[in-house]
């Protein structure tokens, strides 16, 4: 039968990790593996990003629209799997224009479930995987990536406030859960132990695909993604937030972001 194995996130949870290895193995995965990342389905991703935003009816059905379109056209056989990992389908990552919550992923998740049986037909088999991580480790990482990538001028503390349940992944994963179609089954794995496991954080979806042993040992290992930079002596978090605090013109700020997280690789490389 054909097999589905959806992961949707969720941010921050070593997704890029898992992408950089897939990316990196496609070929060595075999003929009837295939892998889709966010580059391939971007008015899918997209799609989700405005729905979990905007929760409108045309924007939802514009999803399901591309997401058939884009297994239509794969013709997967009986024998095939698909691995589809993409952060993005579970819609805006929180703390960003107003959301502080992944409420919106149980409809986007069931709605492109839903979707993938009428086009893969009664016989396929559709898994959900959803990572996660620990609520205070997970909550600093986020804040960390919209200090780098966004003017934030919220301390820790603050940030942290605003986003009670969004850290909640248990829960977030039984509103998932409960959401599905009947026949789509559904796993959750914490960060902290799929690092532990052979391919890392990957290896789940490994499983789930039937990745035989001998297959996994000929995969091109890829180092951990996004991994933060250190500086010695310099609370890089706290640099950050005093540069977005310190009301500079959005060109200056971006460049001096971008030396300061420069100057913090090369102290690491040397």
Known sequence: MTRLILHPGFHKTGTSSVQAALKANRERLGTRVHVALKADILPVTESARIWSKRRGRLDLGLMQGFWAEYLEELHLGPLDCLIVSAEDLAGHMPGRMGLTHYDATPTLIAALCETAQLVLGAGSEITVHLSTRAAAPWIESLHWQYLVNTPLTEDLA??????????????????????????????????????????GPVTPLLDLAGVLDERRASLRPTPPANARPRLPGVDLPQALLDLNRAGLPRTTLTAEKKALLAKARKAQSA
Do not use: R
């Open 158 to 199: 603050t940030f942290t406030a605003n986003l009670p349940e969004a850290a909640d992944h248990n829960a977030i994963f039984d509103a998932v859960k409960d959401a599905l179609p009947a026949g789509v089954t559904a796993q959750m794995i914490a960060l902290e132990d799929s690092t532990a496991m052979a391919q």
